[in-house]
């Protein structure tokens, strides 16, 4: 019998990626030999100072941008080997993600971005999605905001739409990047109460980037980027343990001293 990545449990992973951007005196190196899976039915929060290199990893990951080395796999399939029809494809039937690139489509209302998914795959929810549907909206507190555009919403509300449009489809795979930064701290409860039940409940992976010790409290698994790299990964932690990590590895690399 073959043994596959998806055996092994992992819902995606990526193996020795680098990411450079510019080129010359100007490069820029975003990450610098990334491996790491997401294991399948497990929350993952993957945390790192400004400019370590989240947001470009978990664009890779999801298949959103191209890494200049390495590879990476969404379930079994090599999605550096991809062209983009296949990829987009992919990504509407198993990917859900919210990020601040690529958010509310500006002409649809709430309702319309929530059921975008379904429409691009060219169908309509099932009895069964609906009622997924109607209980996010609910418990995303946007009942009353179905038919606005998102113009006419807060940035925490359109944030609650891009999470709700995530998990309409019931995606295997969430990506998140800062998916409580907006929010006001009720809301942020409930968003990281809907993704812990999302992989709890539903089995879905979920990869989401924080850099707030209590969001990530919530999750299965702590993975911290330093520089591109991947630092530590640890397995679920209290607020005051991440938070306690962080301070000491921020004292224990402190900024180099320029001598001029
Ligand atoms: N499109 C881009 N062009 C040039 N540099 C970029 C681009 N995107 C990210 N970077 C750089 O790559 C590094 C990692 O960025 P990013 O992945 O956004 O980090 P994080 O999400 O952890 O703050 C940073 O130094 C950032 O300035
Ligand atoms: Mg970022």
Known sequence: MDISTTDLGLAARVQQLTKTYGAGGNEVRALDGVSIGIRRGEFTAIMG?????KSTLMHIMAGLDAPTS???WIGDTDITG???LELTILRRRRVGFVFQAFNLVPTLDAIGNILLPFDLDGRRPTALERARIDGL??????????????HELSGGQQQRVAIARA?????????????TGNLDSRSGREVLGLLAAASRDHGQSIAMVTHDPVAAS???????????RVVADK???SAEEISAYMLATELGTPEPVVLS
């Open 70 to 72: 390495g590879r990476a």
């Open 218 to 228: 919530h999750a299965d698994r702590v993975v911290f980027l330093g520089d591109g």
């Open 82 to 84: 991809l062209s983009d």
């Open 235 to 237: 397995p679920r932690q």
């Open 49 to 53: 100072p400004s400019g370590s290199g």
């Open 137 to 150: 909206v609910q418990t995303l507190g946007l009942e009353s905001r179905l038919r606005h555009r998102p």
């Open 167 to 179: 998990l309409a489809t019931s995606p295997d795979l969430v990506f998140a990047d800062e998916p």
